[in-house]
């Protein structure tokens, strides 16, 4: 069974929670299907397991729900989550701004944070470097625009400047992987 921590979980509900009226979480929250609205309704726990399709459901309902691009949605989120995982896990890595290590690194912390797939970094040269995602669940597009977006802001975080995160497959297109090639200053 695929899983992910409770703190990508709650990457989403941080964010439509601070949508300003207060509406959106609530009418989310309905839209859920019951099994999901109760695996998260009352309180997600940031270091548990979930399955992973709960993700994914409520990927699905909020990007029904909200007036905005899918892509932008899901973009914001992951620059969100990358600025809260990054300053926890790989501030030596901001400290030193050292790109290349913190794609590293993020390899050692990916079974750690999502019990599925496996990530492989490559780096090609000082300011470029390949990253490839092997799933073994089904990925919806909403979550690879989440991992992009998560990846890219991580690298400027660490220092990268003017950073190019160029798409060359992805397994929500049916690719058989999800597979990035970055660039940066």
């Known amino acids: ?17 601070n949508l300003g009226d207060g509406n959106a979480y609530a009418q989310i929250m309905q839209k859920l299907a019951e099994p999901v609205r109760q695996a998260i309704g009352e309180q997600v726990f940031l270091t548990n397991l979930y399955p992973f399709h709960l993700l994914k459901d409520l990927d699905m309902v909020i990007g029904e ?20 995982i990054l300053d926890r896990y790989f ?24 019990n ?32 992009q977006s998560l990846i890219r802001r991580g690298v400027e975080i660490c220092g990268g400047g003017s950073v190019n995160l ?13 597979q990035y090639q970055l660039a940066w200053k």
Request: contains cysteine; glycine residues 6%; proline residues 3%.
């Open 91 to 114: 501030y030596n890595y901001i400290v030193s701004k050292d790109p290349q290590k913190f794609l590293g690194q993020l390899g050692n912390l990916y079974q750690y944070l999502w």
């Open 116 to 147: 599925f797939g496996k990530y492989s970094y490559h780096k090609i040269n000082d300011k470029s470097a390949k990253i490839i995602f092997e799933y073994d669940e089904d990925i919806h597009k909403p979550y690879c625009w989440f991992m």
């Open 166 to 178: 160029i798409e060359t497959e992805c397994e929500a297109d049916d690719g058989e992987a999800c």
């Open 1 to 17: 069974m695929s899983d992910v921590r409770g703190l990508i979980i709650q990457s989403r509900l941080d964010h439509i929670e």
């Open 65 to 84: 729900s909200l007036n905005e691009p899918l892509e932008s949605i899901f973009k914001h989120i992951g620059e969100k989550y990358a600025e809260l």
